[in-house]
């Protein structure tokens, strides 16, 4: 496992998002986020980082690139690609600002029934 040293005391740790189960660090200087865990004990970050490794890389999944250690805070977290555009949702939303909705358009059609 990889240490991060002194990142989050020396502000290179960016808090982005906390939720439920953990919260999403952005590595500052870096193209990657660490997703650590709230409570590490139930274990479900041991089975995503075994998902992650069982199917490599892939173009529309997360690039994982291993689990590291935060030594000051005593806490680890698999490390993976940061999307700039924020998650799915803020991206459509982004995109509907600016007149570009998401998804397919449906064409409106006409059925005469005889």
Do not use: N
């Not at 590490?40 to 199917?55: D, V």
């Not at 998650?87 to 409106?108: I, N, T, V």
């Amino acid at each position: 496992m990889a240490r991060i040293e002194g990142l989050a005391s020396q502000g290179k740790l960016t808090a982005l998002s906390e939720g439920l189960w953990g919260a999403i660090y952005k590595l500052d200087g870096h193209d990657r986020v660490l997703k650590v865990p709230r409570d590490p004990s139930h274990g479900l970050h041991i089975i995503e980082k075994m998902i992650y490794e069982r199917l490599g890389e892939h173009t529309f999944i997360a690039q994982f690139y291993g689990e590291m250690e935060i030594p000051d805070e005593k806490k680890s977290g698999l490390l993976l690609q940061y999307y700039r555009h924020g998650s799915l949702k803020d991206y459509f939303s982004s995109l509907e600002a600016f007149g570009h909705p998401p998804g397919l358009q449906q064409k409106k059609r006409s059925v005469s029934v005889s």
